[in-house]
């Protein structure tokens, strides 16, 4: 069953300004990743936060968790017309090696 | 060092007819996952295997569906019969199968259509 879910289902904002996506699951998890697809691609990783910790840094990307809301969020910064995409959180339940649980996505459009 | 490959790109197959799906890990990793996408949708695991094992196929329909990670080659997705409900896009993964990580690097999709 799905475990992510994303909000919003869709997002459109002006070149330059920020993004946020938020990501919600369900049960405990070892880490949660954000992934980026665009149309018609595979997916490309973005960044791995672990349970243990509560914000990461990676460039333009900011992405923080909520264990206590079992919560996520991403936060693109001074957003380009090349990061519109679709991005899905995923949730890794166990340590290991375990299939990830993604959301439906978030579909981001930036508009030059 | 390639990346995930996936091959064919795109496949078209008349309900009835067989589809297989081809993917090369990485190099260097030996745990490949599949996942299917259907239109609008997040990515549904569907099974995942080591080296001539499957590790859990939970999410893998019990009829048609079967999946294989040879000792030599790569992971072959093969599903029987199709039917126009399998029409999506059908990803893998690999991962080195690290204990304290698991990111995994998916390849392009084979983007499966049934006429």
């Known amino acids: 069953s799905q475990q992510g879910e994303e909000d919003p289902q869709a997002l459109s904002i002006q070149e330059g300004e920020n993004a946020t996506m938020n990501c919600s699951y369900k049960?405990?998890?070892?880490?949660l990743q954000w992934y980026r697809q665009n149309s018609g691609r595979g997916l490309v990783h973005l960044i791995l936060i672990r349970s243990n910790e509560r914000e990461k840094h990676s460039g333009r990307l900011r992405v923080t968790l909520d264990t206590s809301k079992k919560s996520s969020s991403l936060l693109i910064t001074a957003s380009r017309a090349a990061d519109t995409a679709s991005y899905f959180c995923a949730t890794d339940p166990n340590s290991g090696n375990t299939p990830l649980v993604f959301g439906k996505g978030t579909r981001l459009s930036v508009i030059a | 060092n390639a990346g995930v490959m996936q091959n064919p790109r795109h496949l078209v197959r008349r309900r009835g007819q067989e589809a297989r799906l081809r993917c090369s890990p990485m190099?260097?990793?030996?745990?490949v996952y599949w996942y299917r996408q259907l239109p609008e949708e997040g990515l549904k695991f569907m099974v995942y295997?080591?080296?001539?094992?499957?590790?859990?196929e939970s999410g893998m329909p019990k009829e048609r569906f079967s999946a294989e990670f040879p000792k030599e080659g790569p992971s072959i997705l093969r599903i029987q019969q199709v039917v126009r409900g399998d029409s999506a896009a059908y990803f893998c993964?690999?991962?080195?199968?690290?204990?304290?990580?698991?990111?995994?690097?998916f390849g392009p999709g084979t983007r499966l259509t049934v006429l």
């Open positions: 190099k260097g990793h030996s745990h």
């Open positions: 993964a690999s991962s080195p199968g690290l204990a304290w990580t698991n990111t995994q690097y």
């Open positions: 295997l080591q080296k001539e094992n499957i590790i859990d």
């Open positions: 049960t405990s998890i070892n880490n």
